[in-house]
């Protein structure tokens, strides 16, 4: 499951309401870390109802690769970091930040504090992990 999760795959996660939004996700120690802020209706959401579902998946009709992760539980706002920030952006950037678009650069350069950057962490209670492939004709 680590090394599918560690793929940079988009993420849906769902709070009350019902909402679903995409995200980009890092897993790692054993928790979901996607990033959040004042600027964000699921920093609201996650404030008034903690509990959430979230599924990684990837669906490749050509090979017939069909797999899924599947987490539940209390999501809970933590200060954000700029290594993990940066981890979590090399990942589904690139490692060579100048060619980022500027307002992911923002993330590690500007203060949290004040821009109100937070880690929605997610260590799931429930984590589901399902491979639905099948063969593909040739």
Known sequence: MDPFLQQPLTARIATSGPTVRPVWDLWEEGAFW???GPWAR???RVKEDPS??????????ATG????VIARGRAELVPFDVPRGRRKLTRYLGADETQWDERFVHYL???PGERGTM????APVSLTALDLS???AP
Not at 52 to 61: F, Q, S, T
Not at 65 to 68: F, I, Y
Not at 119 to 122: E, G, I, K, M, Q
């Open 34 to 36: 996607t990033l959040t």
């Open 42 to 44: 699921l920093f609201d």
């Open 52 to 61: 959430v579902a979230l599924v990684v998946d990837e669906c490749d009709l």
């Open 65 to 68: 690769r069909v797999r899924q």
């Open 109 to 111: 350069y500007d203060d």
């Open 119 to 122: 880690w929605l962490r997610l």
């Open 134 to 136: 099948y063969s593909v």
